[in-house]
Nanobody, 120 residues
């Protein structure tokens, strides 16, 4: 089993920055593909960014490309999401996720989420 715990959310003004962290624990948590998703009120959960086991391969949603950066520190078993130039439309609950294999389309584990609110 894998446990994921997000932190770093909060309230920020438009144009500001936040860094989210996701700490993974559990026997099989090391080196898993990991990602970030978000869900705004009244909307479906959407993909934000993901990274492979090493951090050498990343992908981003078009809406955040050039503003957000996903990275990981495998020594700390932690994934980060650096969010810059934040916009009010980035307001959402952000979830960390992990999957057992990069070949899987399903994300197997989810964190509890952290709220990000961007004021205009």
């Amino acid at each position: 089993q894998v446990q994921l715990v997000e932190s770093g959310g909060g309230l920020v003004q438009a144009g500001g920055s936040l860094r989210l962290s996701c700490a993974a624990s559990g026997r099989t948590s090391i080196g898993l593909p990991m990602g970030w998703f978000r869900q705004a009120p009244g909307k479906a959960r959407e993909f934000v960014a993901d990274t492979n086991w090493s951090g050498g391969s990343t992908s981003y949603a078009d809406s955040v490309k050039g503003r957000f950066i996903i990275s990981r520190d495998n020594a700390k078993n932690t994934v980060y999401l650096q969010m810059n130039s934040l916009k009010p439309e980035d307001t959402a609950v952000y979830y960390c996720a992990a999957k057992l294999s990069a070949l899987r389309s399903i994300w197997d584990y989810w964190g509890q989420g952290t709220q990000v609110t961007v004021s205009s």
